[in-house]
């Protein structure tokens, strides 16, 4: 993960390995996508969980840099610009 893309922009970045070899041969590509498939999808699915949606004030703009507050999480979120 780049840490400072998500702690500066709020965008999260992922390098997901699976093993020492960088570059695979074609032949083994069908079966690494096998071995994986499942969990990768699983994994994908997680991004519905937690916050989402904008911010706006009460004339339905965007608010930039609000600051989200969630009782009980040491973790304040940001939004964008």
Sequence with gaps: M???SYLHT???ELSIYLG???FPHES???QEWENN???LLTF???I????????TDQQ????ANATIVVGGINHNVRTGR
């Design 10 to 12: 709020n965008c999260l």
């Design 20 to 22: 020492c070899d960088k």
């Design 60 to 63: 339905g703009e965007p608010i």
């Design 37 to 39: 498939k499942e969990s």
């Design 2 to 4: 780049n840490d400072f």
């Design 48 to 55: 519905h969980r937690g916050i989402k949606g904008v911010v």
């Design 44 to 46: 994908m699915e997680q």
């Design 28 to 30: 083994e590509l069908q």
